[in-house]
């Protein structure tokens, strides 16, 4: 038997539902061809009700108040231009989301191929508080997948993160790839609180579900000393969508130099970087640091196929450094 997959209408309506996709982005056309095609379609709208607003997980780690109650509103327009049933669980369903009072934090959860959730708790404000680092961003997801590809890259070594946001990554990381140790970093302090809270929320603390030693570090790039990265000690190195302003490209590239460099008797670590291609210029600028700091970098062109659902319209590229 198949697995589900993003073509799947409840599976599909699951998936970004949980992940808080914009609405235009839900199969609403091909939901309303099986409604019309069905002869229970209340079957069908009660199939995705119970993935999503009546799931567990919605009731643990559910998205923003106005997400769900968007959401359920299309549910209930599109039911009611195929079906002259009422269906009681439907108004239910609003009326409990109506009653509700928005919070500051809600949770975006992805769905591993396993089926196994990653549950981030994120700011309900697209930015808040002038950092980039507490909403996730599309490389971080193309990373995860690409991880959940490559296992071997991760499989008991140690990873270091740089500019690990809300944890997307480490999180997928930890559940699939097994590592010894993973070491999730950033600099604002508000984000550095929001990742020790993701981790927390996903059981990696917790030695029964995690086989992974997971830590969260303050990692200041520009004033980060030899010492502190050769006692993290870091066989693999990643990084998602950290090339985005040009003032950081300097100190990010002596970072890697020095990362590059740390182990003197041993194998230097695997580094990669993925990065939504926002700003070409400020792009290209990042590989010409690279190359005036002698390092080189491979483009990774090997295809990685979409577990998660976001729009992969940006150009997002993933390259490998190396002395």
Not at 14 to 20: A, C, E, L
Not at 81 to 93: R, V
Not at 124 to 148: H, P
Not at 256 to 262: G, S
Request: proline residues 6%; aromatic residues 8%; charged residues 25%.
């Amino acid at each position: 038997m198949n697995s589900p997959t993003l073509h799947d209408v409840p599976h599909g309506f699951q998936t970004r539902f949980f992940s808080m996709c914009r609405l235009q982005a839900f199969q609403w056309e091909s939901l309303e061809a099986e409604l019309k095609a069905s002869e229970s379609p209340s079957e069908i709208i009660l199939d995705i009700l119970k993935k999503t607003c009546l799931h567990s997980i919605c009731r643990k780690n559910p998205p923003s108040v106005k997400y769900r109650r968007l959401f359920l509103s299309e549910l209930i327009k599109r039911y009611e231009l195929t079906a002259a049933e009422p269906l009681d669980e439907l108004y239910e369903a609003l009326a409990e989301v109506i009653g509700a009072e928005e919070k500051p934090v809600c949770y975006k959860t992805y769905l591993l191929p396993s089926g196994e959730p990653v549950s981030l708790e994120e700011n309900v404000a697209v930015i808040s508080e002038g950092t980039t680092g507490l909403v996730t961003w599309e490389a971080a997801l193309y990373l995860s997948e690409w991880a959940l590809e490559n296992p071997h890259i991760f499989t008991g070594r140690t990873v270091l993160e740089l500019g690990s946001g809300v944890g997307l990554t480490g999180i997928v990381v930890c559940q699939a790839c097994k590592p010894t140790k993973y070491v999730f970093s950033d600099v604002h302090q508000s984000v550095l609180q929001r990742l020790r809270n993701n981790i927390q929320l996903n059981g990696l603390t917790e030695p029964d579900i995690s086989d992974a030693s997971a830590c969260v570090e303050e990692l200041d790039w520009e004033n980060v000393r030899e010492e502190e990265l050769r006692r993290i000690g870091a066989d693999t190195v990643i990084a998602a969508d950290v090339v985005y302003d040009p003032d950081i490209i300097g100190c990010l590239v002596k970072l890697l130099v020095k990362l590059l460099n740390c182990k003197t008797e041993e194998k230097p670590p695997d580094v990669y970087v993925a990065s939504t291609i926002r700003n070409p210029r400020t792009y290209d600028s990042f590989k010409d640091e690279l190359g005036k700091a002698g390092l080189k970098h491979a483009v990774v062109t090997h295809p990685v196929t979409q577990v998660f659902p976001y729009a992969r319209i940006s150009s997002i590229e993933m390259i490998k450094i190396h002395c």
